[in-house]
Nanobody, 126 residues
């Protein structure tokens, strides 16, 4: 079955960096757009970033543009999120997600998710 192993979350001071990883199995990785969502306490889950199977199409939510970088390694079935210049408002549980063909990065950005990861906590202190 589909499985995601997320790692890299933790506690960091404002201005610091973290790198999240999402190792996927149970489906054909290159047939899926991949993405990250997050959910802060008391708020709805929101889109963060998405990347197409070939990495040629990438979307970010406005609040992370210029600070976060999404990437993927199709040989390792793994997606990454490099988070720099972290702010306290980035504190949330971060979820890995996929959208399998014919869905793509555009649909994933719109919230059309086929499978979710279990989430990893990111806490940014001021």
């Amino acid at each position: 079955q589909v499985q995601f192993v997320e790692s890299g979350g933790g506690l960091v001071k404002a201005g610091g960096s973290l790198r999240l990883s999402c190792a996927a199995s149970g489906f054909t990785f290159v047939h899926a757009a991949m993405g990250w969502f997050r959910q802060a306490p008391g708020k709805e889950r929101e889109f963060v970033a998405a990347i197409s199977w070939g990495s040629n199409t990438i979307f970010y939510t406005d609040s992370v543009k210029g600070r976060f970088t999404i990437s993927r390694d199709n040989d390792k079935n793994t997606m990454y999120l490099q988070m720099n210049s972290l702010k306290p408002e980035d504190t949330a549980v971060y979820y890995c997600a996929c959208a399998i063909r014919p869905l793509g990065a555009l649909e994933l950005q719109a919230g059309q998710v086929d499978h979710w990861g279990q989430g990893t906590q990111v806490t940014v202190s001021s």
